[in-house]
């Protein structure tokens, strides 16, 4: 489908499927059974359509009255006038009796309102996962034509006969009083319904039996109540230009706001995260898909609805739309939700809860809305509201037109060199001295020994190291607590701070390059893979490097993967739509949200159910989830690469490695027992929750598991690279530090709450594991107070002199340790916004001593 199509189709069928989907997936959630849901579906997209089949039959009855009463006159006309003359003559007629040729389409307005709606049904139930197998009373499988009967071995699709019969029924007792070619239309196009639904899915066929089961009834009902089929149309009020003008401009308001504005905001916060390695499409175009959506969906398909309405609906419609405008507003600029941090999946990291408080300011700012809507549509003049909410439009559009510049900006620094991967790999030899320093992003320290106790042959691959778990991060997040792993002590969230004059992204960058320039000063061969936030940049600006003769540095960040292309490529539209659908949920009330959201599903049809080959990973529990988690694969395949990617030499040369990898960060549930990656998860009845050792880390909570599985896999596969170290002689010459950024807020019984914010220990916890040259022996646990800015100096140890920060001259040494330590909490973690000279203002506490006793701590306010 070209794009144009593809515009045009969001703005007429999409809104109606979208639709069609939520009330499906509601219904069945709740009746767990596509038939009845099917049904259901049916009698409720009939409900809703009633009001707007009510105005088209009135349309017809009043279109086929005026061709009545002119119809002698016309023939009269056209038997006594030939040529121009007869035109000009009907021409003039028509205009005295305020008829137009166009009213002819009339009498095909109901076939008109079908189209779409018959096209959004066909779409949405053709594809449907529900359908897969799924039966109901003698129909064996709904994704397949029903084959109800067999004569002679032929198969015959009872369902559409039994749709065209019903069909043919209520247009028998809606034309009763009709003209020969009404009825001639009506069985016409039953049978063209009949020719295009034959050998589809059953599913879809009985929807629209049941829509003309329930049309058959409603024209019954009708019949029987007396209302005449030739009585003349109730009279309706013209609608004035000023009041369409009023409904248009808030329909655009909310098109902007869901479709545009919210959208853009979310992807200018990293749109990089937002890019599809494998189409490499601009994200602006999903922003743009998102606001053809809402345009359909609030100004055409509320416009139809509204155009059809009578006098008093019209008042009621103004008066909605008006309480929409006022309650999408406060709602998406006064959030009283915390929803912490998205994926690019559009899903929450944490599970986010609505408290009571929450749903009470819900319902009050709904009150308000509506109260407020009634006196502006009361006593305020149409084109008042028109023109402020034009100018609410104008504002929308340009903050948005900000946000897609910044989008464009930092896709088209991504697209250059994109696929230029160049030589992957690194060299490690065996009679040289090897450092390696790995960056497990978000590899929480007090974690590890349970994972150790979890799967024992992680201590026969950890050989030689300790493991150090009274460590401290300077911050909660990469950009305040890597700095410091990079280049120590001078560092640190606070004297970064004191730099006062320098861009944060400049001293971001100068820490990044310590450890490589002092090697490759000392003679080492440096290779830096995924050096993290470098240039500020989601993927990391590697020419920071350049300038520095003998260090390599390059990206495997988004490079490989282990899902198949399809599942990538398969996933553009359902991020569109459900972009629409996040737009949405920010902008309706509190007590909406959860039922907006579907843990992540946006209640979308291709999200739901056994249906795994999707790109993002909805988690039902803490034991059961499904589809794949992309950010997870490409972090986790990196690490599986590692054997593939070292070279070991027999040469005497020294070499420093430092990697950054995300397998850790990206929480997700794995396939017990061995922490496969896997499109659907089931460890229903394997325990690992019950077991004893475990209690302390609340694993029933399916984000501490998810945590604990990618933590897991982790290790895993780093045991298997350091097997392969062993194998090929270049161990015991190696020394290895694998030591994380920070930690996560995890809520376990040996987290201490650091008040009187929201966070604990574990947020500032990280891992560290340090394996010296020639350490052998099982892997040690050292209490001894760390944190992760003494990397630099773990890795320089003994091999260069009197090591010194090469920018600022200063002695690399853990002397800053000693002592009181000062940590920085914030949740402004976004290097987007977060880029000045010094951090956003947030929250100190100063540490002194064991990182898990209360008494450490001590709150010092907010700088």
Known sequence: MSEFLSFVYDLLIRPLEIVFEVLFVVINRYLQNPGVAIIFLSLAVTLLTLPLYKRADEIQREGRRKEKELEPEIKRIKKAFSGDERFFILQTFYRQNDYSAFNVFKGSVSLFLQIPFFIAAYQMLSNLPALEGASFGPIKDFSQPDGLISIGGVAINLLPILMTVVNLLSSAVYAKDMNRRDKIQMVVVALVFLVLLYNCKSGLVLYWTMNNVFSLIKNILGLISGKSKTKDASPKEKIKPSEISFFVSEGFYLSFLTGLLIPSILIDSSPSEFINIHTIINPVMYILHALFISIGFYVIWFGVFYLFAGTRGRKIFRIAMTAFVLLATADYIFPNIDFGQITSQLQFEEIFSVTTKSILIGVAIVLAAAVLAFVIVKFVKPGGVTTVAWVFCVVAVAFSAKYIVDINKEYDEYTVGVNDVGDLGWTLSKNGQNVVVLMLDRATGFMFPYLMEDIPELKEAFTGFTYY????????????????????????????????????????????????????????????VNPKYAGYKWIPDCSIYDEYEG?????????????????????????????????????????????????????????????????????????????????????????????????????????????????????????????????????????????????????????????????????????????????????????????????????????????????????????????????????????????????????????????????????????????????????????????????????????????????????????
């Open 469 to 528: 778990p009274n460590t401290l991060s300077y911050g909660i997040f990469t950009n305040f607590g890597s700095p410091a792993l990079y280049g120590g002590y001078e560092y640190t969230v606070e004297e970064l701070n004191k730099r006062s004059s320098e861009l944060l992204v400049d001293k971001h960058n100068e820490a990044l390059k310590v450890m490589p320039v002092v090697f490759v000063e000392g003679g080492f061969n440096v290779t830096v």
């Open 551 to 863: 260090i390599t540095a390059y990206n495997l960040k988004g490079r490989l993967t282990s899902i198949g292309e399809q599942v990538y490529l398969e996933s553009d539209e359902d991020f569109e739509r459900n972009l629409f659908a996040y737009g949405v949920m920010r902008s309706y009330p509190s007590f909406l949200t959860q039922f907006l959201y579907d843990e992540g599903r946006y209640n979308n049809c291709n999200l739901q159910g056994d249906k795994s080959e999707i790109l993002g990973q909805v988690i039902e529990d803490y034991n059961t989830a499904y589809g794949y988690k992309s950010t997870f694969d490409q972090a986790y395949t990196e690490l599986d690469s590692y054997p593939e990617f070292t070279t070991v030499t027999d040469d005497d040369s020294n070499n420093f490695l430092f990697i950054a990898n995300d397998t850790a960060h990206e929480h997700t549930l794995l396939q017990l027992p061995d922490f496969e990656f896997s499109s659907k998860v089931d460890n229903t009845g394997l325990g690992m929750e019950d077991k004893e050792s475990f209690s302390d880390l609340n694993l029933s909570d399916s984000y501490i598991m998810a945590h604990y599985h990618a933590y897991a896999a982790a290790l895993k596969k780093i045991a298997e690279w350091l097997d392969y170290l062993k194998e090929n002689d270049c161990y015991d010459n190696t020394r290895i530090i694998i030591v994380a950024d920070h930690g996560r807020y995890l809520e376990t019984s040996n987290a201490y709450h650091v008040p009187p914010k929201y966070a604990n220990t574990n947020c500032f916890n990280p891992l560290l594991l340090v394996k010296d040259f020639d350490s052998d022996g099982e892997y040690e646990t050292d209490t001894t107070f760390m944190t992760n800015a003494d990397t630099p100096t773990l890795a320089l140890d003994g091999l260069i002199d009197n090591p010194t920060n090469p920018f600022t001259g200063n002695a690399i040494n853990s002397d800053e340790k000693e002592g009181e330590q000062h940590v920085f909490y914030s949740m402004h973690w976004k290097t987007s916004e977060n880029n000045g000279t010094t951090f956003i203002p947030g929250d100190w506490y100063a540490v002194n001593g064991d990182v898990y006793l209360p008494t450490s701590w001590m709150y010092l306010g907010t700088w």
